[in-house]
């Protein structure tokens, strides 16, 4: 009996572990197709699929910054981002929307729920308010570990470990802060940066020797 009872549950688990398998392989064959002409879109999708749905497990993903914000952020900067679902007054929202040149990404502070359920936000990039859908919401802005600051290295090397990538990233951004002629923050931005270059220079020299 005992055997009987083994081998039935044996195969309930096969059926089921089928089954999913097979849905799997539905959606990242849909994924993969849209993929390839909106791959921006896609991994918005994602990210609000898994904040939509809600389980409490799933609770986000960190980025590396490859654009600057003032007291905020600056390139090479990594953010902790949560997925969760329900928002709360005051926390910063990551959201953006799609231009012609490609997607804009912003960040957010939540100001107000307003009665046709849409957010009232100040946006940090702009410096004005804006009203968006909670639709648009791709995350919430958790925390900031700024570049070689406690945690960073450790976070850096098990996931992206790619200096080089990440000193080119930080030139690209230095380029294009020179070109603004009118941003005030264009003179803070780029000591920061050539800052960060220097270190990235000094530590790929210590690992040559």
Avoid at 42 to 71: E, H, R, W
């Amino acid at each position: 009996m005992t055997g009987f009872n083994m081998g039935f549950f044996s195969r309930k688990k096969k059926d089921a572990d089928d089954e999913a398998r097979e849905i799997e392989a539905q959606i990242m064959k849909y994924i993969e197709e849209f993929s390839l002409k909106h791959p921006i879109v896609v991994a918005n999708t994602l990210k609000k699929c898994v904040s939509n749905i809600g389980f409490a497990d799933d609770i986000g993903y960190m980025k590396l910054v490859s654009n600057s914000q003032p007291d905020l952020y600056y390139t090479g900067d990594i953010l902790l981002i949560s997925t969760k679902h329900d928002l709360n007054i005051d926390e910063i929202l990551e959201h953006g929307y799609f231009a012609e040149n490609g997607y804009v990404e912003l960040y957010s502070e939540l100001k107000s729920f307003n009665r046709e359920g849409y957010l009232n936000v100040f946006s940090l990039n702009y410096k004005e308010d804006f009203t968006i859908l909670p639709t648009d919401v791709t995350g919430v802005l958790m925390k900031v570990i700024p570049f070689g600051e406690d945690g960073w290295s450790e976070l850096f090397e098990k996931s992206v470990n790619d200096y080089s990538s990440l000193r080119e990233n930080i030139e690209d951004s230095i380029k294009f802060y020179e070109n603004l002629e009118d941003d005030e923050d264009k003179q803070n931005i780029l000591e920061v940066l050539n800052s960060r270059i220097k270190v990235l220079d000094d530590k790929v020299g210590k690992d040559e020797t």
